[in-house]
């Protein structure tokens, strides 16, 4: 039986979270193509009209297309939480290496810091970020990256710790490489994968927090079409209108499941490449040791 780690595409949730991703960034990248209607334009006497064939998704409380409003809403989603994880990946990342090659008492100094505010939730962080430069999309883009970055930092400086312990960046050192020129080479290549890794992961966290800022009013403003703030026009019309809640609640869902579900899947296949790495460098020092007793 082989293992569900291996193959892309043996696991059904990755066959289904594909298919759906693409979707996605097609929505992003060319809304017009999938929308059927102006997400902006209003009909008052089509308000709240539920799901039918002319509006797959029914109508807002000012006659606007939800499906449309949905699709062309996916770009700023997928925008801030695309950007906010790869961005903090490359900031957290480079910050990360520079604290494992710091002095000890920086190291632990920053280190301290880090600690402090990963004793927070990502979210709380964005809010106070918000506090200080004021609610907008551009705002709401920085604050997620900002509140994502302590973590990267984290699992950059352990990775560079434990390359510096390995024999081939000692031996490196002991040839008069500086550690600059070794972090380089050796470390920034292997803490890269990981922090790859972890940017996917950190994706669908970007998207959740994203909606959860324009929920409270914090990030893109009507008419605009946000899901977060689809969500929020709907409070007030749950019993009214299940439509406006229920699909905007679905795309944000389905996109986050669908990017772990695939961040999950590029990890086990990074594990198993490394196993198979491992197993082949034990049996090529089992046969050394062999043919050294014969």
């Given at each position: 039986?082989r293992?569900?780690?291996v193959?892309?595409?043996i696991?059904p949730s990755?066959?289904?979270?594909?298919?759906?991703?693409a979707?996605?960034?097609?929505?992003?990248?060319?809304?017009?193509?999938?929308?059927?209607?102006?997400?902006?334009?209003?009909?008052?006497?089509?308000?709240?009209?539920?799901p039918?064939s002319?509006?797959f998704?029914?109508?807002?409380?000012?006659g606007?297309d939800?499906?449309?409003?949905?699709?062309?809403g996916?770009?700023?989603?997928?925008?801030?939480?695309c950007?906010?994880?790869?961005?903090?990946?490359?900031?957290g990342g480079?910050?990360?290496i520079?604290?494992?090659l710091?002095?000890?008492?920086?190291?632990?100094i920053?280190?301290?810091?880090?600690?402090?505010l990963m004793?927070?939730?990502?979210?709380?962080?964005?809010?106070i970020?918000?506090?200080?430069?004021?609610?907008?999309?551009?705002?709401?883009?920085?604050?997620?990256?900002?509140g994502?970055?302590?973590?990267?930092?984290?699992?950059?400086?352990?990775?560079?710790?434990t390359?510096l312990?390995?024999?081939f960046v000692?031996?490196?050192?002991?040839?008069?490489?500086n550690?600059?020129?070794?972090?380089?080479h050796?470390?920034?290549?292997t803490t890269?994968?990981?922090l790859?890794?972890l940017?996917?992961i950190?994706?669908?966290?970007?998207i959740?927090t994203?909606?959860?800022?324009?929920?409270?009013g914090?990030?893109?403003q009507e008419?605009?079409?946000d899901w977060?703030?689809?969500?929020?026009g709907?409070r007030?019309?749950?019993?009214?209108?299940?439509?406006l809640?229920?699909?905007?609640?679905?795309?944000?869902?389905?996109?986050?499941?669908?990017?772990?579900?695939?961040?999950?899947a590029?990890?086990?296949?990074?594990?198993?490449?490394?196993?198979l790495?491992?197993s082949?460098r034990?049996?090529r020092?089992?046969?050394?040791?062999?043919?050294?007793?014969?």
């Open positions: 039986m293992s569900k780690s193959p892309w595409g696991n990755v066959l289904l979270a594909a298919p759906f991703l979707l996605v960034i097609v929505a992003a990248l060319w809304p017009s193509l999938l929308a059927t209607a102006d997400p902006l334009a209003t009909s008052l006497p089509e308000a709240l009209q539920p039918s002319e509006h998704w029914g109508t807002d409380q000012t606007r939800v499906w449309s409003r949905v699709v062309f996916t770009r700023f989603s997928l925008v801030v939480g950007g906010s994880a790869f961005g903090a990946a490359l900031i480079a910050m990360g520079s604290l494992g710091a002095p000890r008492w920086i190291d632990g920053l280190l301290r810091a880090v600690e402090v004793a927070f939730p990502d979210f709380l962080i964005a809010l970020v918000l506090a200080v430069l004021g609610s907008g999309p551009k705002n709401v883009a920085i604050a997620v990256l900002i994502a970055v302590p973590a990267y930092i984290r699992v950059a400086r352990a990775e560079t710790l390359r312990q390995t024999g000692q031996a490196s050192t002991l040839l008069g490489r550690r600059w020129h070794v972090a380089l050796h470390i920034v290549p890269v994968r990981s790859l890794v940017a996917t950190g994706v669908g966290t970007g959740v994203a909606a959860g800022l324009s929920f409270l914090l990030g893109t008419p605009a079409p977060g703030l689809m969500l929020a709907s007030n019309k749950l019993s009214q209108a299940w439509w809640a229920l699909f905007p609640g679905l795309a944000i869902i389905g996109t986050v499941l669908s990017v772990s579900v695939l961040s999950r590029v990890q086990g296949r990074q594990d198993f490449r490394g196993h790495r491992v082949s034990r049996s020092g089992w046969l050394h040791r062999d043919e050294l007793s014969r």
